[in-house]
């Protein structure tokens, strides 16, 4: 299916040279200094993120605008949408590419490949979708500009990070299409244990901190943490509510059917493998900032001599790329969203961007809804980018933008990206222009949404951690 994704609209374009070529004629149609142009949407960020609540469970909305509230950082990694609609309107290359969506410097991380070593790339796909290139820069390095400031870095800290996350990005793209074959780029990854002398001491240490944190996150230590034995002798969750809470029958039955659904469709060995183990409880879970609200479910199963296993069932809904941005997503893609629902768009973006997956990725969708489902916490860390020093961040952005460059490098139009762009500072440039007014542009809307929380406008719940 990925493969499919792309090439219903890109299949033409097959040959480098040419593509190359083509990227820089198209500076003629869309100058590159124009992607500086912030042009904002008609519809304000509170109305765009009150429209977004529409489907989601309503006593959980309170809680979404909490934490989106706690700070100008949360509330950016919470406006994905408002960002598409600014995105939107804003002048773009329309290099169409498999985008993340939501590429912010926290949406990186750690996580176990299948042979068990601990990956660092992107790590989170709700939004994924075909989009121009640049959205998925500028989503990063906005975030980086918000984040920095959240950290309090001095300006020129900051500065100096936009800048070398940006020219990280342009050289990467240009090696990996330059000296790398397509081979090689799909099979390029990062291991961070196998780069620690590449980079400085402070984030070595950032790192194998991470690292050690997300080797000790894997099903066991987490069902041991969140379960405890019931009167019929079965483990069940232990609840947190509103964070972690059992459904009632009427929620769960469809549940248990979808993953039965999930089973049916997944590769014959990862099928196998899942026979062995029996569902034993199901509840919902809240997680994220922008995903408070949407269906999220853990299954707790287990296998042989107890062997414990956690499914994150997680609602997917329409990328924002596509409902707020107004990108036109491929037939191909339309065809198999109608035929198995969203969840093929998240993973499919998953496989496409990620250089390794959760091999228990799958889809279903039941009662009118979409699903992805996916291992829960295995190995699965993240770097706390409050705890480093400026220049460490920095190193860690310039990474975060590598990374970005390899997962966009494996689009067919990666090529007309890479003429595009060329090898000068014009894009670059153009970008940072944008992306600091952005960041100037999320820190008015964060004001305008406490003020619709202080007018009584929107409901707010008291504690953004519950």
Not at 71 to 86: H, L, N
Not at 192 to 217: C, D, F, N
Request: aromatic share 6%; proline share 5%; with cysteine.
């Amino acid at each position: 299916m990925p493969q499919r994704v792309l090439r219903d609209r890109l299949i033409e374009l097959e040959v480098p040279g040419e593509d190359v070529a083509r990227g820089r004629a198209l500076r003629k149609t869309v100058p590159r200094r124009a992607l500086a142009q912030l042009v904002p949407a008609n519809r304000s960020a509170v109305e765009i993120l009150v429209a977004q609540n529409a489907g989601r469970l309503s006593e959980l909305v309170p809680l979404r605008f909490a934490r989106m509230l706690a700070d100008p950082f949360s509330f950016y990694r919470g406006s994905a949408a408002v960002m598409a609609a600014d995105l939107a309107a804003s002048p773009s290359s329309g290099i169409e590419i498999m985008c993340c969506g939501d590429a912010h410097v926290s949406n990186f991380g750690l996580y176990a490949a299948p042979h068990r070593s601990i990956v660092f790339d992107l790590n989170d796909f709700d939004e994924a979708a075909v989009a121009p290139a640049e959205w998925d820069v500028k989503r990063l390095v906005t975030s980086a500009i918000i984040g920095g400031r959240h950290a309090g870095y001095p300006a020129k800290a900051i500065r100096r990070c936009v800048e070398q996350a940006l020219a990280g990005y342009q050289t990467s793209l240009e090696a990996m299409l330059e000296e790398m074959n397509v081979l090689d780029r799909y099979y390029l990854r990062v291991e961070p244990e196998h780069y620690t002398g590449k980079v400085s001491k402070s984030l070595q240490g950032v790192i194998r901190k991470a690292t050690s944190r997300a080797r000790t996150r894997t099903s066991a230590r987490v069902f041991k943490q969140i379960t405890e034995i019931g009167p019929d002798g079965t483990p069940r969750l232990r609840e947190a509510p509103p964070l972690l809470a059992h459904v009632d029958e009427e929620t769960e039955a469809p549940l248990v059917e979808a993953v039965q659904e999930y089973l049916a469709a997944v590769p014959a060995d990862v099928a196998l493998l899942l026979s062995h183990f029996r569902i034993t409880d199901v509840a919902l879970r809240v997680v994220g900032v922008g995903s408070v609200g949407t269906r999220c479910y853990l299954i707790i199963l287990v296998g042989p001599n107890g062997t414990p296993l956690i499914l994150q069932i997680k609602e997917a809904t329409r990328s924002v790329l596509d409902e707020y941005g107004g990108w036109a997503q491929p037939e191909s893609l339309n065809a198999a969203v109608a035929a198995k629902g969203q969840g093929v768009r998240v993973i499919d973006g998953q496989q496409i961007l990620q250089a390794m997956s959760d091999v228990f990725l799958g889809t279903t969708r039941k009662d009118g809804r979409d699903y992805y489902v996916r291992q829960f916490h295995d190995m699965k860390g993240s770097v706390d980018i409050g705890a480093m020093s400026a220049a460490t961040f920095g190193e860690y952005v310039v990474a975060c933008a590598v990374l970005l460059a390899r997962a966009h490098s494996q689009s067919a139009n990666a090529s007309i990206l890479r003429g595009y762009v060329g090898t000068n500072a014009t894009v670059h440039q153009a970008v940072a222009e944008w992306s600091y007014a952005y960041a100037d542009k999320s820190l008015e809307d964060f004001h305008r949404l406490r003020a619709a929380a202080a007018a009584g406008d929107i409901e707010v719940a008291e504690n953004p951690a519950r």
